[in-house]
C-alpha cells in the first residue's frame, strides 16, 4: 500500500513531557493494548478488515498485528506506521515523534484513508464526519502520554 497515495483525513499532535523513547514505549504498549481488546477483533470481523487478530513480534515490530492494522514501519523513538483496509476503507495511522525541547516528546498521529463506493462514502460519513474518529484518536494521544510521563 502505497502511504503517501492515500488521502490526508486528520492530524492531532499532542506534546508529551517525556524523552522519544519513554514515548515510543508507551505508544507500542498503549496501541497494542487498545487495539489487542475483544471490542476491536469484534468490529475488526464486522467490517471485514484484512487483519482481524493480534499476531507477530511484541513490543510492536515490522509485521506485528492487531485487530484493524498491520505494522508497516516501525523505527523506535521516530515512527509507527499501521495500515489496514475492510470493505469501505484503506487506511493508514501514522504517529510520528520529535523532540520538543526541555525534555518533551511532541507526539502526532496523521490518519490517511480512502472510502470508495457509497458504502465508503456512508462509512465516512459515521466514523470521520460524525466526530468518532476525532474523539477516539484524541482519547488514544491521551493515553499515551499518561502511560510515558
Request: hydrophobic share 40%; proline share 5%; net charge positive.
Given at each position: 500500500?502505497?502511504i503517501a497515495a492515500l488521502?490526508?483525513?486528520?492530524?492531532?499532535?499532542?506534546?508529551?513531557?517525556?524523552?522519544?523513547?519513554?514515548?515510543?514505549?508507551?505508544?507500542?504498549?498503549?496501541?497494542?493494548?487498545?487495539?489487542?481488546?475483544?471490542?476491536?477483533?469484534g468490529y475488526a470481523r464486522?467490517?471485514?478488515?484484512?487483519?482481524?487478530?493480534?499476531?507477530?513480534?511484541?513490543?510492536?515490530?515490522?509485521?506485528?498485528?492487531?485487530?484493524?492494522?498491520?505494522?508497516?514501519?516501525?523505527?523506535?523513538?521516530?515512527?509507527?506506521v499501521l495500515i489496514g483496509?475492510?470493505?469501505?476503507?484503506?487506511?493508514?495511522?501514522?504517529?510520528?515523534?520529535?523532540?520538543?525541547?526541555?525534555?518533551?516528546?511532541?507526539?502526532?498521529?496523521?490518519?490517511?484513508?480512502?472510502?470508495?463506493?457509497?458504502?465508503?462514502?456512508?462509512?465516512?460519513?459515521?466514523?470521520?464526519?460524525?466526530?468518532?474518529?476525532?474523539?477516539?484518536?484524541?482519547?488514544?494521544?491521551?493515553?499515551?502520554?499518561?502511560?510515558?510521563?
Open positions: 500500500m502505497e488521502p490526508q483525513v486528520d492530524e492531532r499532535t499532542t506534546v508529551v513531557a517525556a524523552s522519544a523513547t519513554e514515548v515510543w514505549q508507551g505508544l507500542v504498549e498503549t496501541v497494542d493494548g487498545a487495539f489487542g481488546r475483544s471490542r476491536s477483533a464486522l467490517v471485514g478488515c484484512a487483519d482481524r487478530t493480534a499476531s507477530g513480534p511484541r513490543p510492536l515490530a515490522e509485521g506485528s498485528t492487531v485487530p484493524g492494522f498491520r505494522v508497516a514501519s516501525a523505527q523506535p523513538g521516530r515512527e509507527l483496509r475492510h470493505h469501505f476503507s484503506t487506511y493508514a495511522l501514522v504517529f510520528r515523534l520529535e523532540e520538543a525541547g526541555d525534555g518533551r516528546t511532541r507526539l502526532r498521529a496523521e490518519t490517511r484513508a480512502r472510502f470508495p463506493g457509497p458504502g465508503g462514502a456512508l462509512y465516512r460519513l459515521l466514523v470521520i464526519t460524525s466526530g468518532g474518529h476525532a474523539l477516539l484518536t484524541g482519547r488514544l494521544l491521551s493515553a499515551i502520554r499518561r502511560r510515558a510521563e
